[in-house]
């Protein structure tokens, strides 16, 4: 990963109103740049968007007012436009966008943010990119950027040099991939992520009242498994050692809960499975 000092500002309008384009924004107008617009299809989440990056604390470094809108016609102008948005609206949003720049001498650089969409969707603007930040994100949860890696695509020299800028401003490292890495990336992500969040929700279930007990052993398990070279290496519990009486134990337990015992009983033999490979 890369962590390069260059230095510069753009105007940018952000297409989208969902936790991405809320905190993505608030980085951007945060660290100088000037955000021109929030354009959205709920003109009222646009609005309170546009309200909070107004506020001084967001607006030390630019002077640039924000306007929400739902006209992709007033985003046209900007140098560059993000679109924050769900990765199956990237395609029909752009081609939106593209009807309101088509006939501009200067068109806008446009830039997707998906890990799982391909940089093709956006081929009909001359400058166009993928900005992906590898990161859950939430508007109910502050981030600090300079720990979320970026992954960059680019279709030229010039637009890899902005994308570069954007992530040096608000202190990320980057590495630039291709739409395919890029996706198999993703596809890692809802493991680590979705699916690790989906386990904990069981879990919760299971423990409550006690469930805040759990968080000092799932950190330690992220941060064991990524020390070493493979996290089956560090692989414990009943299932690796081999533990019948356990595990029996456990599904008892579960004969009321038909959801967990599916999930243990197949992460359990997966786990037996790989051992013995």
Known sequence: MERQKIGH???????????????????????????????????????KLAYILNKPEYSTLSTTKTVATINKEDVADSEIVV????????????KELYNCTSDKVNNPVVLHCSG?????????????????????LSVTKPVDFSIIPFFLESNSQYVADILTNICYSVNSEYKFASSEERAKLHL??????????????????????NHMFLM???????????????????QTG??????????????????????????YEMLTKMIITKKNI
């Open 83 to 94: 679109l924050a948005v769900p990765d199956n609206s990237i395609e029909h949003i752009a």
């Open 9 to 47: 500002h753009y105007r940018i309008s952000v297409i989208g109103n969902g936790n991405l384009a809320y905190r993505l924004s608030i980085a951007l107008k945060t660290n100088g740049h000037n955000l021109e617009y929030i354009c959205g299809r709920d003109l009222e989440k646009a609005s």
């Open 216 to 234: 000092p052993l799932a950190i330690e398990t992220i941060r064991k498994a990524f020390l070493y070279g493979h996290p089956s290496l560090v």
């Open 238 to 263: 009943p299932a690796v050692r081999g533990d019948s009486a356990t595990i029996g134990k456990h599904l008892a337990l579960l004969a009321g809960h038909p959801e967990h015992r599916e999930v």
């Open 188 to 209: 890692a992500a809802v493991y680590v992520s979705n699916f690790v969040n989906y386990l904990t929700g069981l879990s919760y279930e299971l423990s409550a009242p």
């Open 116 to 136: 799982a969409a391909s940089i093709q969707l956006l081929e009909p603007f001359p400058q166009h990119g993928v900005l992906y930040p590898l990161m859950t």
